[in-house]
């Protein structure tokens, strides 16, 4: 049971290069999540994903595209990187329930440098 | 707009004291809050939930009080170790599909 896995770990990008991160859960979690934390700051949302076929803006979604691929992946896209977008991505899962109050398991993160 | 504060000054404590963090917030009113611990270079690991209609959570040598008139949430760690040395962040959920809001965190340093 390996939880949530993200590729890559590191990578480094040049102004207006594309990318995309990806993400995986093996605990049959409905909800998939995509954060970025910078230093100082908390986790700050990018998107969302309640559940299979559907997303959703979070509080930072400008500059990114998300895809929930199936109930287990949900990949993460920079089109156009740009030196505001260096920071570590994580990506999070968790179980779906009535009031949403399920703790969510992330995993081991993407430090992402663009230059 | 909503504000999440945790104390940004890194905590420090000696083995065997217990270590109290403190999570406030303004112009929300959550419906639950939990606590997640974040190790250098690692996600965050969940700890702790606690309702809005609960007072305090217990777990091992972990305590969550949860105060929504002072808008403040304590986290405690009894005979702390220096294992507890990390990065501990609040999060407060607004219900639904479990959308969280965190806070930046606290870092805690127990000295033997």
């Known amino acids: 049971n390996a939880g949530v896995t993200q590729t890559p770990k590191f990578q480094v990008l040049k102004t207006g290069q594309s990318m995309t991160l990806q993400c995986a859960q093996d605990m049959n979690h409905n909800s998939m999540y995509w954060y970025r934390q910078d230093p100082g700051m908390g986790l700050r949302l990018i998107y969302y994903s309640a559940s299979e076929g559907t997303t959703d803006k979070g509080e930072v979604p400008n500059g990114y595209n998300v895809s929930r691929l199936n109930k287990r992946e949900f990949s ?37 440098t663009v230059t | 707009s909503q504000k999440i504060e945790q104390n940004s000054e890194a905590l420090n404590i000696q083995e065997g004291k217990t ?8 112009n929300y009113s959550p419906a639950y809050l939990q606590w997640y611990r974040q190790d250098p270079g690692r996600g965050p690991v969940f700890l702790l939930l606690i ?40 999060a407060l959920g607004p219900g639904g599909y479990n959308k969280l809001i965190f806070g930046a965190g606290t870092r805690l340093a127990v000295h033997p």
């Open chain 1, 76 to 112: 993460l896209r920079l089109e156009s990187a740009a030196p505001s977008q260096t920071s570590v991505y994580f990506c999070a899962s968790s179980a779906q329930g009535t009031g949403g109050s399920y703790e969510q398991y992330f995993g081991p993160g993407t430090r992402l």
């Open chain 2, 19 to 26: 270590a109290t963090l403190t999570c406030n917030y303004t």
């Open chain 2, 51 to 90: 309702r809005e209609n609960e007072k305090e959570k217990r777990k091992e040598r972990l305590k969550v009080t949860f105060d929504t008139t002072l808008k403040q949430s304590l986290f405690h760690i009894t005979a702390s170790q220096p294992a507890d040395s990390a990065t501990y962040l609040c």
